[in-house]
């Protein structure tokens, strides 16, 4: 059963797609919200549909995805999913989202029993959460509470390393099993990546003369995901280059732990 409160139960409601078909799916969208979809809220639903479709111990471990069409918020979105492979161990997802008769998104998931086997895992030494003082307070009545590292460099209007870190958790109380909580760090995943490939090149650009979106996105779980506590997301771009760029990301918690891994590739064109 999934319960949550705050501002993120709004969120946890639209991770329960309306299941039409035995492999096919509807998701909703915030009301009042105009533009195009927010790519992790896609990819979210997508995981969750998938999720529907598979054995609950076996949770999620990867995802690939790429997008293909902006979505809008102004019809629901068809989810269908195909069912590749049910392994003895692995599960395997296709998924394609679809809005008036066009694909939107497309996304392969990989689900994995609980097994035992060799580790280790960057540590990144204990964290301290932000304070309340340096919460965005522009979202109070969102979904996640955020508070980005440096800011204040990030103002300064100069060329930065494209490095740079943001603070997340759930706003209000997330129980649910862990499908939840990985398909709502999925959302998260999308945030923020596809401005750090641009830092180096600040002050070069006239911002309203970029187009801008993302391309393709992966997401690894390496473990239990809970999004009511603190995480830290850690992103740097190696490289952008044919009017992309490439980002990868890391999350960790408060005590170190490695949660997820992340890439993508955007859209960087600059038009005349």
């Given at each position: 059963m999934t319960e949550a409160s705050g501002p993120v139960a709004s969120l946890v409601e639209l991770l329960k797609p309306e299941q039409i078909e035995t492999n096919l799916f509807r998701a909703s969208h915030p009301e009042g919200r105009p533009g195009r979809l927010f790519g992790g809220q896609v990819i979210a639903q997508a995981v969750a549909a998938a999720s529907r479709t598979v054995p609950e111990d076996r949770p999620i471990h990867s995802l690939h995805a790429y997008f293909l069409?902006?979505?809008?918020?102004?019809?629901?979105?068809?989810?269908?999913?195909?069912?590749?492979?049910?392994?003895?161990?692995?599960?395997?997802?296709?998924?394609?989202?679809?809005?008036?008769?066009?694909?939107?998104?497309?996304l392969d998931a990989s689900f994995q029993i609980r097994e035992e086997g060799l580790s280790h895992a960057v540590e990144s030494g204990p964290l301290v959460a932000?304070?309340?003082?340096?919460?965005?307070?522009?979202?109070?009545?969102?979904?996640?509470?955020?508070?980005?590292?440096?800011?204040?460099?990030?103002?300064?209007?100069?060329?930065?390393?494209p490095v740079q870190s943001m603070w997340f958790r759930a706003n209000g109380e997330v129980k649910a099993d862990q499908s939840v909580h990985r398909a709502l760090l999925a959302f998260h995943s999308d945030m923020g990546l596809l401005s750090t490939p641009r830092l180096p090149h600040v002050g070069s650009f006239d911002r309203r003369k970029m187009q801008s979106?993302?391309?393709?996105?992966?997401?690894?779980?390496?473990?239990?995901?809970?999004?009511?506590?603190?995480?830290v997301y850690q992103m740097?771009?190696?490289?952008?280059?044919?009017?992309?760029g490439y980002i990868r990301g890391t999350l960790f918690t408060t005590e170190g732990r490695l949660?997820?891994?992340?890439?993508?590739?955007?859209?960087?064109?600059?038009?005349?």
């Open positions: 069409r902006p979505g809008t918020p102004e019809v629901p979105a068809i989810i269908e999913v195909e069912r590749i492979r049910d392994g003895r161990s692995f599960t395997t997802r296709r998924v394609v989202v679809i809005q008036r008769g066009e694909a939107i998104l497309n932000p304070r309340d003082d340096e919460i965005d307070e522009s979202r109070a009545n969102r979904a996640f509470l955020m508070a980005w590292k440096d800011w204040d460099r990030f103002r300064s209007g100069e060329p930065q390393e979106a993302s391309l393709d996105h992966a997401v690894w779980f390496h473990g239990d995901v809970d999004v009511n506590e603190w995480h740097e771009s190696p490289n952008s280059a044919s009017a992309r949660v997820a891994s992340t890439m993508q590739e955007g859209l960087m064109r600059l038009w005349e």
